[in-house]
């Protein structure tokens, strides 16, 4: 990928930028292709979610991405597309992280690139099962996508990035034109600021009964059985949550109450741009990988958080201290190494540890690994999922029975959902504590994982405490 540091402010500068594009016009021309323009630029800080709100509230079609670690105090948004693809069957990471290859290829990088966040970044979305599982399903199996535009909050300052097409029928001055109005809207955003509504929104949401809490209890109970006969030591069973609101949900509001609610987990939205957004706070990470530096979570085994000290210290004791929920702990993270180990990696793991949540804690297990070049991100997130904490052991059978108790689609749940950047960092979560919204209507996935031992009334009672992540942020 050309990278053309050094000019400032290009994005403030219309003659500049017009100089600029014309040259990569006449380039295009020349070489008979299209060109990827990519500038950033460093601006005032901005909030990237007040920055989604507002031009959410300009137009509701269009892709977007959100994605906010605030342990890491960085927040992204993504709006719109200047390239992008959709999979709807075969290989669909190999597809997507070609995908990235080719675009870079095209892509002539400009601006302030030494901040964090500057330069192309791609956002995407998998479905958890690689074909869809009803036609009706809105996500498909893959969606990514370069943005139009994408605005990045980190410690180090706020970067906005533009991306642009220019090929052999580019009309530039058009392209300008547009483009400077769409900034004027961004830095309106930032003057303006936004009141993000932290007060309920939604007081008289109902549930839809679809789908009876018995039809869970009782899928565990055969699975149990199945367990014990078969060749199956774990399976996650979901179960899912129908909603309706008076007025449509404000999912923007949704997002910053999860933020605040749940500062240690990653909150992310995406959108179809057919008006249905994912949404969720999850505290699982796939991987994460900074110059070529691996770093995945297992995370399975859970237990409320106590409402005093007293009780929490003796819930966390007796999390670590379960023989099975450390067997059903122990089964993703030996997956995980083995699934690393396949790829050439030699993971190291750290000891196990709990990581306490505002309403739930879990057993967690960091593991490492030093990343050879030629692993690229979706190569790994290919190998991980689904992993045991949100599929089971072996994965087929676990699926199949998944398929088969299952009565609704996961579509996104459970599901690997991050961004990849073009110096080959990126970072993944799995979509859990997560539910779709479209207009007034939500359905919220919450799941637990099952192994001999497990108890159909406690996997439901956990199921439940999981569920309470978007009651709360949706009310
Ligand atoms: C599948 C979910 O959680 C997973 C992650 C952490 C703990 C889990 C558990 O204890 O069952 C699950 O494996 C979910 O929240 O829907």
């Known amino acids: 990928m050309p990278v053309i540091p ?25 070489q008979g292709r299209s060109f990827v323009v990519s500038v950033s630029q460093q601006i005032e800080s901005i909030d990237p979610l007040s920055a989604l709100q507002n031009i959410s509230s300009l137009s509701s079609s269009g892709l977007h991405f959100y994605w906010e670690n605030r342990k890491k105090k960085e927040a992204v948004v993504a709006i719109g597309s200047t390239k992008h693809l959709i999979v709807k069957r075969g290989n669909r990471f190999t597809k997507s992280q070609n995908f990235i290859q080719n675009c870079l290829d095209k892509t002539i990088a400009v601006g302030d690139l030494n901040l964090p966040w500057s330069g192309p970044h791609f956002f995407s979305g998998f479905t958890f099962f690689p074909t869809a599982q009803k036609n009706e399903s809105p996500f498909p199996p893959a969606t990514i996508f370069l943005p139009r535009f994408q605005i990045a909050r980190s410690p180090e300052g706020c970067v906005l990035v533009v991306n ?17 109005k769409q900034i004027e809207t961004i830095d309106w955003s930032s003057k303006k600021g936004i009141d993000l509504e932290l007060t309920p929104s939604s007081p008289g949401i109902q549930p839809i009964p679809i789908r009876k809490t018995s039809e869970f209890t009782t899928a565990v109970t055969s699975v149990l059985k199945s367990i014990q006969t078969q060749r199956l030591s774990k399976i996650v069973l979901a179960h899912s949550l129908d909603v309706i609101s008076p007025v449509p949900f404000q999912w923007v509001n949704s997002l910053a109450r999860l933020r605040q609610i749940h500062p240690d987990c990653y909150i992310f939205s995406l959108s179809n741009g057919k008006g249905t957004s994912f949404i969720g706070a999850s505290p699982e990470r796939l991987i994460s990988i900074k110059n070529r530096y691996l770093l995945t979570d297992a995370l399975a085994g859970s237990s409320p958080r106590g409402k005093t000290e007293f009780e929490d210290d003796f ?108 110096r080959g960092n990126g970072e993944f979560i799995v979509g859990i ?29 956990e199921v439940q405490l999981k569920l309470q992540t978007m009651l709360k942020a949706l009310i």
């Open 6 to 30: 050094c000019r400032t402010n290009l994005l403030h500068n219309d003659r500049e930028l017009y100089q600029f594009l014309l040259d990569c016009h006449e380039q295009s021309l020349r």
């Open 164 to 180: 642009i097409t220019i090929d052999d029928r580019a009309n530039v001055e058009k392209i300008l034109e547009t483009l400077k």
């Open 315 to 422: 819930f966390a004791n007796q999390l670590l201290n379960s023989e099975k929920e450390r067997r059903e702990h122990q089964a993703v993270s030996d997956f995980i190494c083995q699934r690393l180990r396949a790829l050439g990696l030699q993971p190291t793991r750290s000891p196990l540890q709990l990581l306490q949540l505002s309403n739930i804690q879990h057993l967690w297990t960091p593991i490492c690994a030093e990343l050879p070049a030629n692993v690229r991100p979706l190569d790994i997130v290919a190998k991980l999922h689904p992993t045991p904490a949100v599929a089971g052991v072996p994965t087929q059978i676990a699926c199949e029975k998944i398929r088969h108790y299952e009565t609704f689609d996961r579509s996104l749940y459970a599901a690997p959902l991050g961004w990849v950047d073009a």
């Open 433 to 461: 504590r997560s539910a779709l919204i479209k207009g007034d209507r939500a359905r919220l996935y919450a799941g637990a994982g099952i192994v001999e031992g497990s108890n159909p009334d406690k996997e439901l009672a």
